[in-house]
């Protein structure tokens, strides 16, 4: 029997936006050469990172949000979490959830957020949703979804692909299903 793996606390963020009166979301296709869920369809997400807890942020959780994530966890930790879904978002797609603020010289995985002269913006975020990797996968995680509306993006730059996702696009809801998405997101 393997050894079993404590999920680590992610993050993720779904994007919408209305383009010709459907609804779209931002999703990308994860490279081929990862470990976890490679060549799957996912929206933006990743783990937390420490510097999530210290960042400052334009605006709070929404109350809703907040009271929902209190039932589960220290409000300290949720606004960390939902931190991570922005940061990930940033770093997987280029695109910011965010409000201007004078630019910033940080160390740390929010260097790139705050060197374009932007805060993170909670306010836009709503929770929706908490999922757990089942145990006997490579990689765990103790995932929180968080949604938000392109409008709320400082900027809309094209989203470009990174290292995490080979593709990035938005995608109208009738077609997602299509893809090939991990089962948590059906």
Known sequence: MGVRMKPKDAATLILTRTAGGHTEVLMGRRAAGHV??????????????????????????????????????????????ALTAIRETFEETGLSLARPAPPASIAGPWRGFRAVGALPDLSALTYMARAITPPGRTRRFDARFFMAKAEALLDV????????????????????????????TR
């Open 36 to 81: 976890f869920m490679a060549s799957k369809w996912v929206f933006p997400g990743g783990r937390i990172d420490p510097s999530d807890f210290r960042i400052e942020a334009a605006g709070d959780l929404p109350k809703a949000s907040q009271a929902l994530l209190a039932r589960e966890l220290p409000a300290r930790r949720a606004r960390a979490l």
């Open 157 to 184: 730059p094209a989203a470009r692909p990174t290292e995490e996702l080979d593709t990035v696009a938005w995608i109208p809801m009738d077609e997602a299903r299509a893809l090939d998405l991990p089962a948590i």
